[in-house]
């Protein structure tokens, strides 16, 4: 795959988690008042609640810091991305994990916070774009490991 068409994947993937995760915090804003919740069956909740850390709240005093790690972790997955484009699936992780980063960061830069949305039983609320992270990271772990296991 040349780097073009790699750049334009990962774009798309960036795009569509966005769009995705804030419409889904959209909707749920507008249908569920704050800390309110509705059942979805099988203990899972839909839920309205802000984080104003990372994961499960960490950080949730450090504004400054929160961004600035957060834009460091991007700098690097960028430059890594740029460098390795040529590698199979690198795309999906790359485009998965940006586009969960910038749908939190547009929520704190309009809110202050990001709006949560998801609540499974034993488990702290979450939404979209914290799913597009996580899945972002075991694939980037797979595409990784897949190309040590190759060489």
């Given at each position: 795959m040349?780097?073009?068409?790699?750049?334009?994947r990962?774009?798309?993937?960036l795009?569509l988690?966005?769009?995705?995760d804030?419409?889904?915090?959209?909707?749920?804003?507008?249908?569920?008042?704050?800390m309110?919740?509705?059942?979805l069956?099988?203990?899972?909740?839909?839920v309205?609640?802000r984080?104003r850390g990372?994961?499960f709240g960490f950080?949730?005093?450090g504004?400054?810091?929160?961004?600035a790690?957060?834009?460091a972790?991007?700098a690097l997955l960028?430059?890594?991305?740029?460098?390795?484009t040529?590698?199979?699936?690198?795309w999906?992780?790359t485009?998965?994990?940006l586009?969960?980063?910038v749908?939190?960061?547009?929520?704190?830069?309009?809110?202050?916070?990001v709006?949560?949305f998801?609540?499974?039983?034993?488990?702290?609320?979450?939404?979209?774009?914290?799913a597009?992270i996580?899945?972002?990271?075991?694939?980037?772990?797979?595409v990784?490991?897949?190309?040590a296991?190759?060489?």
């Amino acid at each position: 795959m040349s780097a073009r068409a790699a750049w334009g994947r990962a774009l798309g993937v960036l795009v569509l988690v966005t769009a995705l995760d804030q419409a889904a915090k959209a909707i749920v804003v507008a249908s569920i008042g704050r800390m309110e919740r509705a059942s979805l069956g099988l203990g899972i909740d839909l839920v309205n609640v802000r984080n104003r850390g990372v994961a499960f709240g960490f950080l949730s005093s450090g504004g400054g810091i929160v961004f600035a790690v957060t834009a460091a972790a991007l700098a690097l997955l960028v430059g890594y991305f740029a460098l390795h484009t040529a590698k199979p699936l690198i795309w999906l992780p790359t485009g998965l994990l940006l586009g969960g980063a910038v749908g939190n960061l547009i929520d704190r830069a309009r809110l202050g916070s990001v709006v949560d949305f998801v609540d499974f039983p034993l488990w702290p609320a979450f939404n979209l774009a914290d799913a597009a992270i996580t899945v972002g990271m075991v694939t980037l772990l797979y595409v990784l490991e897949r190309g040590a296991q190759r060489a």
